[in-house]
């Protein structure tokens, strides 16, 4: 894959960003699901993903796409089927052995990681205090809607916490190694989610009841394999992969926001000063990372010197 031109890595910023608008509809699609074991839920929306994307791609014409895909390399195949089941699977195991906001909180520290891991580990970015201030603010705003209640920091919940950490390095480590393999193309993230539904499914019908749950809603399923837990990682790959990463990650504090705001609207959640100034700090955490509000925005290198290095196109430069 070539490196992105600037027109390029606006639009794949764009779609990048609106995976945040995706991830906003999933705490309300899963309440809707019904009471699916998590590891069904997850083979089952993996599995709808990855199986449309298939037929996307084949309708497009673009079966070759997906033959390029599937001879990805080794590393491309690890970090893909890895980081998308591997989230999940510390995610929900993090959800079970502790207090579910406190669990949610600490794992909603990949946008703060990916700010920090871009800066430390991306070819010609260089992390600065106005990254690591406006991601502060934005985990704060995100703490504010978490976390109000404060920590229950039991000794029997430690593990719980540890794996919901695990889970946020992991995330954060998934998506700023995506721009390490931009040659690997996006469709290759269809045979990724197969792979990660295969995996799913082995676990449930290792540690779950069979059978299809009572009360299951199989349009909520539908609507998450589609969406946030489905096209919403072709979008967050094309991000990843073309776009300004560490402006995503600043962008992504929003994911809670919104997934509040679309629980208010559905009826399932009540507006509050709380969420006001979450919503501010959120925005204004975004604002100081991007550094638009100092003027860093209109930054260049200088002429005649590229920041491109390796695989990953950092032309233009990120803004955040």
Not at 257 to 286: M, R
Request: glycine share 14%.
């Amino acid at each position: 894959m070539s490196a992105a031109s600037p027109a390029e890595a606006r639009r794949a910023t764009l779609w990048g960003a609106s995976t945040v608008l995706n991830w906003a509809t999933l705490a309300l699609f899963t309440q809707w699901a019904g009471p699916v074991p998590p590891f069904l839920l997850t083979a089952l929306c993996f599995g709808l993903a990855g199986g449309l994307a298939l037929l996307a791609f084949a309708a497009r014409g673009e079966a070759g796409a997906l033959a390029e895909a599937l001879r990805q390399p080794p590393a491309g195949w690890l970090l893909g089927v890895g980081g998308l089941f591997g989230y999940h699977l510390c995610y929900f195991i993090a959800q079970q052995t502790a207090p579910a906001a406190e669990a949610g909180l600490i794992s909603y520290l990949w946008p703060l990681l990916i700010v920090i891991l871009a800066g430390w580990l991306l070819p010609g970015e260089r992390l600065r205090g106005i990254h690591l201030l406006g991601g502060v603010c934005g985990f704060a705003g995100a703490a504010l809607l978490v976390g109000p209640a404060g920590f229950d920091w039991s000794g029997d919940h430690t593990p719980g916490y540890l794996v919901a950490l695990l889970a946020a390095f992991i995330w954060s480590g998934y998506s700023v190694a995506s721009r390490r393999l931009s040659r690997v193309p996006t469709a290759a993230v269809a045979w990724n989610c197969l792979g990660a539904a295969g995996l799913a499914l082995a676990c449930h019908l290792a540690w779950e009841p069979h059978g299809w749950p009572e009360g299951a809603n199989p349009w909520a399923i539908l609507a998450l394999g589609l969406g946030p837990v489905g096209s919403a990682f072709f979008t967050w790959d094309l991000g990843m992969k073309r776009g300004h990463v560490r402006l995503l990650g600043l962008l992504s504090y929003a994911t809670p926001l919104c997934s509040t705001l679309v629980l208010i609207a559905a009826g399932l959640a009540t507006p509050s000063p709380t969420l006001l100034l979450a919503a501010l700090l959120i925005c204004g955490g975004a604002l100081i990372g991007s550094g638009m509000l100092g003027g860093r925005q209109g930054r260049r290198a200088p002429a005649g010197r590229s920041r491109r290095t390796g695989n990953a196109s950092l032309e233009p430069r990120d803004r955040a």
